[in-house]
């Protein structure tokens, strides 16, 4: 039952997924409310003003052209390429993982994609990111279906759960155990959630 | 002492046992403080003697930490059994069969025995602070209440114990709070977590220096408190009732010797925030690197502050006259001051029902995304880096940071067979819920769910509970006292190289986890029995299953 995609495949969804990423939005193009929450600091009038604060990403309208379109009618594929583009980091030009989240926003519902927009890490993801931006690395998944039981699938609703591998030039660096609701919408299946297992 | 200027590598060395000692001290035997002194029992776990210390103010957590977790929270809900909307009057916390329930408040007994939905009630009636106040503890079985009515309790008194009666998915206590009195007209619940945190908040009042030295300077702390209501641990308060399992203490070794005293002190500046904490914090911002810096957002030192933040929040850790963003002593006491005073708005906003969650997670998230947006959301940001974010530093502080204490929950035997403590840890979930992605090292948790409403609510998997991986994972952690926590997933389990294979049927001894086929995964007990949590709409229970003659795949453990 294990349904593993091939590096090839991911690499070349990924690429062009790739190609249309961008982390160069200013921030007249965001809803201001973003800002106040941001910058705003306990005990202090407004200490981060002088700060670079990053903004949250705006959800992505369209997929890239190699990634779409999708088999909406299928809950597997939608899940597989919400993953694949959520998990393809770009060290080198995103700000984190988040901008990835946002280019997969068109496979997902309306409310989740704004959910998952409308906040933001402060500062950067962290050492192990910084290193692999310091060295312009792009993180490519391998998404293989988990075997382990899902609650029935009903006509509203399909659960679902991956392993997700990430590699650096075909060399892993970041495992995690996702599962992924879907909800049929009206034009086919969309991602509802994605959540580390 | 090391905070005033002594920062030398030997000063720092000096101090560093002392501090471990002290902190370790703490850690094992709990915060020593509030009106009650603890009852010198020699570990015999007696009750105290009714009537010693009537109505005195003291605030206890109803279960000792580490032996439960916390699930459905106060406020609207559907209710996982009836499905119907409804305003959930307390705290839900999953516990095994078993586990010790505590008198939260000194008060008397007004009522103790069957209810509707409950199966079984403890009513408590008290005064803190002045002001009258019921405890509420529901789904005890029926041999699981230990009080009378009429009968006079201390806070911290066992009163029974956790079950699964009345209108129940799992082993859990109920736990509510009324202003008030319960029985009477005129009183409405509040939410127990708000107002359990607010009971206790020991923020110290400015002096850090002054709580690095252990249990003696938590009475100064206990001093500065504004209200004479203080929670303390349960078990914490009776030495030899068990430790607790969430460890705060430091593993020594575990971090970079020059960051070793700063993270022990600057996990002793509150309650909320623990050393292995501040130690995962500094591990995922810069990995100890006291030169990180980050040139496109100005982050800077080991903590990587902003400078707006550093200017607004520095502390001068070593107290040399300079606050320097590289300077170790600055750095991590900076870093763990801000975390307190997070940890504070958030336990506000628990209170006030403006924030709901888990108090660590919701600090973190506000570190980590902004207090003003986690306040705007009224939970952790929802971004996919901040969730992360809130997952990772707990579960790293307790795997790579926090000092392993051997497990004495309920039935669990302190460095005892490994296997017979799988065994024991999975089996005193019998009857729970499956729920699918449920279940961590501490027990059962809520399973995945969009929060769809009642289609989700329709099926078992949105229920706080255990799938098959999750089981196996929750019982290897607890025997492990924490040291091994396996991925969620059965074939990753299986090949997990920190066991090993379990070749043949006549080799498989209680505890071996076995995989009978790809997809699913169970914990052997001898004589062709198993423990399982086995599919949706199933509980966790004793299944029968015969050994494969051959290709059978397990793996042992400890």
Known sequence: MNRTHTAT????????????????????????????????????????????????????????????????????????????????????????????????????????????????????????????????????????????????????????????????????????????????????????????? | MA?????????????????????????????????????????????????????????????????YQATSPFGPRTHPVTGAQEGHQGQDYSAPIGTPIYAATDGTVVKAGPADGFGNWIIIDSVVDGQSVSTVYGHMNDDGIDVSEGQTVAAGDPIGVVGNAGQSTGPHLHFEVWPGTRLASGSDPVDPVGWLAASGANTPSGDTDTLAAGPSSAETTTAKRASSRNVQLAAATKPGCGQPVGATGLRPGSVPAEFEPWIVKGGSVCAEVTAPIVAAQLEQESGFNIQASNASSGADGPAQFMPGTWAAKAVDGDGDGHKDTRSIADAVMTQASYDCELAQIAKDGLTSGKLHGDLTELYLSMYNCGPGATLAG????????????????????????????????????????????????????????????????????????????????????????????????????????????????????????????????????????????SGHIFIWLGNNHVVEAPQSGDVVKVSDWTPPTSGLTARRFG
Request: glycine share 10%; charged share 20%.
């Open chain 2, 378 to 517: 009224g939970q952790v940001c929802q971004n996919a880096e901040t969730l992360d974010y809130v997952a990772k530093i707990p579960k790293t502080a307790t795997e790579k940071f926090a000092l392993v204490i051997p497990n004495a929950g309920p039935g669990l035997v302190p460095d005892g067979p490994f296997g017979a403590n799988v065994v024991t840890a999975a089996m005193r979930w019998l009857g729970t819920t499956y729920a699918w992605g449920g279940g961590d090292r501490n027990g059962p948790t809520k399973g995945v769910s969009d929060g769809g409403g009642r289609a989700d609510m329709i099926g078992d998997f949105d229920r706080v509970g255990f799938d098959c991986s999750g089981l196996v994972l929750h019982a290897v952690a607890q025997a492990s006292g924490g040291a091994i926590v396996l991925p969620h997933q059965d074939s990753a389990q299986i090949a997990d190289p920190r066991g090993r294979v379990i070749g043949t049927a006549a080799d498989l001894q209680p505890g071996d986890i076995i995989q009978p086929h």
């Open chain 1, 9 to 197: 495949a991911v690499v070349l969804l990924a690429a062009t997924i790739l190609s249309g990423c961008t982390n160069s939005q200013s921030p007249d193009e965001h809803d201001s409310s973003n800002f106040t929450a941001q910058q705003w600091n306990p005990g202090s009038v407004s200490p981060d003003v002088s700060d670079p604060i990053r903004t949250p990403p705006r959800a992505a309208t369209a997929l890239p052209k190699v990634a779409a379109p999708v088999d909406r009618a299928d809950p597997d594929l939608v899940a597989i390429a919400a993953l694949t583009i959520w998990f393809t980091w770009n060290t080198g030009a995103d700000a984190g993982p988040n901008d990835a989240a946002a280019r997969a926003a068109p496979l997902l519902t309306v409310n989740y994609a704004r959910e998952i927009t409308s906040t933001t890490a402060k500062s950067s993801p962290g050492a192990q990111w910084l290193r692999w931006a310091a060295a312009g690395s792009v993180l490519v998944p391998t998404i293989t279906r988990d075997d382990e039981p899902t609650p029935p699938q009903t006509d509203e609703v399909a659960n679902r759960a991956y392993r997700v591998s990430q590699t650096i030039d075909d060399v892993p660096v970041n495992q995690s155990v996702v599962a992924v609701i879907l909800r049929r919408g009206t034009d086919g299946w969309e991602v509802s959630r994605i959540q580390n297992k």
């Open chain 2, 3 to 67: 905070e005033h200027g002594s920062s030398g590598g030997k000063a720092a060395g000096a101090v560093t046992a002392v501090l471990i000692a002290a902190l370790t001290a703490f850690a094992m035997f709990g915060v020593l403080s509030g009106d009650r002194k603890p009852e010198d029992d020699e570990g015999t776990c007696l009750p105290s003697t009714p009537g010693t210390a009537p109505h005195s103010g003291t605030v206890v957590l109803p279960l000792s930490e580490g032996s």
